[in-house]
């Protein structure tokens, strides 16, 4: 898919960005850190519709994503292409998810949530506690020029990251994770985009809002997003990583809600969850790996603790390892 | 017929229409061939050792035909195109990581969706310990629930519409 087919001849020359936009995009020199910065300030402040294609291990799923920026109020939708459809509808932390088969709206609220391009969730001084941030090299990516970012971790607990930054806007454009052995395991990548101006409001709004007449409003995830003391704790959490909150959420064909504590190091987020080891229990751990997802089971008593984040094995074993009551 | 089978094999199909196709399946010698053939793309696609089944003569010779993608779990490259074709042709292209945890104590890859009527022969034998469904967790870490997840909330009592 060549940008100029399908991008309409509305695409924003970078040149032409920066002679006219100078005043809001200063040119960020060579300090990898304002190349971040700019990187995460990018995906919330700009205005950009676009479909990207995202590969994960075996699996790959295409999704439409339309972003606005309001007097800094964000306002996005998002549409998985593959699949039965689904929309979400994102305002700030609302979200509004639409299932039209289900003649279903389910409410919930951001907490672990990330959506391409906006990767980044922590401060660059955050992120350079566990990365050793450096620019790459320059690329010419969907018809931009962009800058490399690369972040290589300082410790084994998580992947290396490479962003590519569009030089104009600072958007990324493309992502990839890569294992201990430079591999790339995980990918987004943009195959069309339209930055700037040009995206109207109305483009954010919901299409399948008016398909269905009367939606069954499901708003128990919202109810569930706000933090609540769980009762668990990570005893030793990996260097770089910080609670971000913890709570509970019902799972399906689980009789009560399940406890989940959400860490994040700025890029990648980990949850613990933590239920009752029932009713057939299980009596050892367990692993599952498919590209940057790790998925760690173990007994604890009469619980079960599982943890699911993009980060490596090892890391996942010594969190769910570390899981007990709080003291 | 074919888009059946592997939506099918992704759990995708309604109960009646799953009657039909694993009832076409199982007469036709041809759909057969494609079941078989199908999981062996999946099970090569997913690192894992060919499934020890009797395969028909027909499968083997259309195995031959097909390209070579029986390799070993293999990071992406730069052909990532190339992938996205393949992944769409065996139909385990979905958003998000679909699998589970079947086996005690060992790792076992991502591998069909839970509700599928295929499991792994090495889980048969383990009933104590039922398979657990990551889809479940993925869908609660990512905020992105899926439509199959989403059929529980039917049996919720739910807010009155908007």
Known sequence: MRPRDSAGGVRWLPALALGVACAAQAAPGNDPQVWLQRAAQAARSNSYAGTFVHTNGDRTSTVRITHVSVNGDEQERIEPLDGPPLEIVR???EMFCYFPDAQTVRLDRRVTARFFPAILSATTSTLAASYEVKLGRTERVLGYDCQWIRLDPKDSMRFAQRLCSEVGTGLVLRAKTLNERQQVIEQYTFTELKVGPHVARSEVKSIFEARVKKWITDAQPREEAKSVETGWMVASLPTGFQ??????RSLPGRPHPVAQLIFSDGIVTLSVFVEPNAPAPRTAEASSEDGTTTFFVRPLGEHLVSVLGEIPLATAQLVGRSVVRRP | MTQDLSSL???ELAAGEAERTIRACSTSADEKATWYLYHAIG?????????????PDEV???LKAQPTVLAPRRPLHQSTFAR?????????ATIGVVGWIGSQGGSVPA??????????????????????????YLAAHRQIPSAELYRPVNNRAPTPGR
Request: charged fraction near 25%; hydrophobic fraction near 45%; charge should be positive.
């Open chain 1, 91 to 93: 305002r700030n932390d």
């Open chain 2, 9 to 11: 094999m992704d759990g």
């Open chain 2, 111 to 136: 591998i069909a969706k839970s509700n599928s009527a295929i499991q792994p022969v090495a889980n048969k034998s383990n009933v104590a310990n039922p398979a657990l469904d990551v889809q479940d």
């Open chain 2, 60 to 62: 083997i010779e259309s």
């Open chain 2, 43 to 55: 099970d090569s696609m997913r690192g894992q050792a060919p499934r020890r089944l009797a395969m």
């Open chain 2, 84 to 92: 996205v074709a393949l992944a769409a042709a065996a139909s385990v």
């Open chain 1, 243 to 248: 609670k971000v909150t913890e709570l509970r």
